[in-house]
């Protein structure tokens, strides 16, 4: 029933998506990602205060749900209104917690300017951060931070190292890129 709720979910079939999606529930009750789809199909028919009780409910069951919260204030603005203040200070609250994908984020916050000023040497540092995770995005971006000198003195070896361990892990733009310093 998880599966048809998300098939309402995406046709926007609100009523039938939160039906399914409570059926689901009756048999999964800690599927955090089930209470999340069910509040945002309340909040889009109007029943703000249900909607509010699921997203309690996936912040009581996911550890990084608040990460997870800040991440759609910024990409979708889909469980509240956009707003991308908010999601900056989630995205640094999990980021100073080690959290990789905020690490990310905020990086690229700093380094296009999003809500913060804009800030090479906070970007360098950050997708440092999540690079050293083995975030492959990051890892790309601190590779063409080094071969571009983008916050960071020019230097193509810790290019090439950041590009090779992006592509090792399947990231086809560091695969191009590693391949054009050869």
Known sequence: SFDEGVVFYDNEEWG???????EHLTYYPDDAVAHFYKGIALKKIGHY???????????????????IAGYWYYKEGLV????????VYWFRK?????????????????????????????????FRKSAEQGNADAQYILGSFYEDGYGVEQDYAEAVKWYRRAAEQGHEEAQYHLALCF
Not at 94 to 122: H, I, R, T
């Open 16 to 22: 039938f998506a939160i039906e399914r999606f409570d």
């Open 49 to 67: 205060d249900d909607a509010f009780k699921e997203y309690d409910k996936v912040i009581q069951l996911v550890s990084d749900a608040r990460f």
């Open 80 to 87: 509240f209104e956009r707003n991308t203040s908010e999601a």
């Open 94 to 126: 999990f980021a100073e917690q080690g959290n990789e994908d905020a690490q990310y984020l905020l990086g690229l916050c700093f380094y296009k300017g999003y809500v913060v000023e804009q800030n090479s040497s906070e970007a360098v540092y950050w």
